[in-house]
């Protein structure tokens, strides 16, 4: 009898476990692009156009020690604009027996959209168009 209190025990734990780590069902990618090659780019800018609908949204990013400086983001549709200059920022990390740095954007991340629409998104890597990033809008 015991045993099967430990087996319930064990998989009723096994079941919260699995619910915790479940990803969160409400978010969901929007927009995506990999800038890694001079061909994506028009004069110098990326622009693309997407459908959006009313919620919260934010960019991540994907960028490493080479890719541009300022990646500046325009969003505009019927009733909403964004502009943004992102920052690359690395920060340093000394383990002891190695120093690495992770990179990262800073900047206005979220946007509210408070209907549904079709966007513009116009992105500037301000002449570095070597230097890879991944951009990403996803619902939260």
């Known amino acids: 009898m015991k045993k099967i209190i430990y087996v319930a025990v ?17 978010k969901s990618e929007v927009f995506h692009v990999t800038l890694a090659d001079p061909k994506l780019y028009v004069n110098g800018i990326f622009s693309d ?3 959006i609908q009313k919620g919260m949204y934010q960019f991540s990013f994907v960028p490493n020690g080479d890719s ?4 500046s983001i325009a969003l505009k549709g019927p009733t909403f604009s964004f502009a943004e ?26 946007i509210k959209i408070d209907e549904d629409q079709q966007l513009q998104i116009v992105i500037n890597p ?12 996803t619902r939260t």
């Open 126 to 137: 301000h002449e570095n168009l070597l230097g890879s990033v991944s951009v990403d809008l």
């Open 49 to 51: 156009t997407f459908m």
């Open 68 to 71: 541009p400086e300022t990646l």
């Open 85 to 110: 200059d992102f920052r690359l920022n690395g920060t340093l990390h000394d383990t002891g027996i190695s120093t690495y740095y992770t990179w990262n954007y800073i900047g206005k991340k979220e």
């Open 10 to 26: 064990i998989v009723a734990v096994a079941i919260a476990v699995g619910i915790s780590l479940e990803p969160n069902s409400k």
